[in-house]
């Protein structure tokens, strides 16, 4: 049976990936580059401003607000080491109260506060979040170069976690095997294998463990 064919940037069925962050990855960076296929130009290089809503009671459900649109992404499963993870909500700054007490803060896993109002602005929002024990707003800065190693989709970024700067790497794709594949190519095997959840966590002081390197 013929493998689907990953294509950056279009929707495929949930995906498995591999991803660490650590202070370098230059040995796997410089063979990722070089097993790369050609790809489009417009993923040579991406930056975006983001802000990720940690919640100290899950670590299942990840929720980040990029350009007014919050997405909201669940775990799946596990399988080699590999996490997979399927998208659980998308909406739109103004939100709805109804959205807020049914969808965002369930995924959150948290006590719901107390909404006097039908509609809430994105500042409105932070500043919920902002007074919450058990929730925290935190501003990741990403800039990503774009690479295709054995038909998995890849990336190395710089990125800055509450202006803390730190290296991720990655591979996704839908077949396992590929990722395993890329994982010894680019020389990553035997590196942590750590979620945004998991490294922001960490970086911010959450959770008492180092990043990869």
């Known amino acids: 049976m013929t493998k689907p064919e990953m294509k950056i940037g279009e929707i495929s069925k949930p995906r498995f990936e591999f991803r660490s962050f650590g202070q370098s990855f230059e040995e796997s960076t410089k063979r990722m580059s070089r097993f790369s296929v050609p790809i489009p130009e417009k993923v040579w290089e991406r930056e975006s401003e983001e802000i990720y809503i940690l919640s100290k009671t899950n670590d299942i459900n990840n929720t980040k607000i ?3 649109k919050m997405d909201i992404k669940t775990y799946v499963q596990t399988v080699d080491g590999l996490e997979q993870w399927n998208p659980l909500m998308k ?4 939100i709805e109260k109804e959205v807020l007490v049914k969808e965002v803060f369930p995924a959150f896993k948290v006590k719901i506060p107390t909404f006097n109002k039908d509609v809430y602005t994105f500042d409105e929002f932070m500043a919920i979040i902002d007074a919450h024990p058990d929730l925290q707003g935190v501003r990741v800065y990403k800039q990503r170069f774009g690479y295709m190693v ?3 989709l ?3 970024g710089n ?3 509450n202006g803390a700067k730190v290296v991720t790497i990655n591979s996704e794709s839908t077949e396992l095997e590929d990722i395993k594949k890329t994982i010894a190519d680019c020389k990553l095997e035997g590196i942590e294998n750590i979620n945004y959840l998991q490294a922001i966590k960490r970086v911010i002081g959450w959770i008492n463990k180092p990043l990869a390197n």
Do not use: A, K, Q, W
Not at 91 to 94: A, I
């Open 159 to 161: 990125v800055l976690i």
């Open 150 to 152: 054995n038909n998995t």
């Open 66 to 68: 990029r350009d007014g």
């Open 91 to 94: 909406g739109e700054f103004p």
């Open 154 to 156: 890849c990336e190395v």
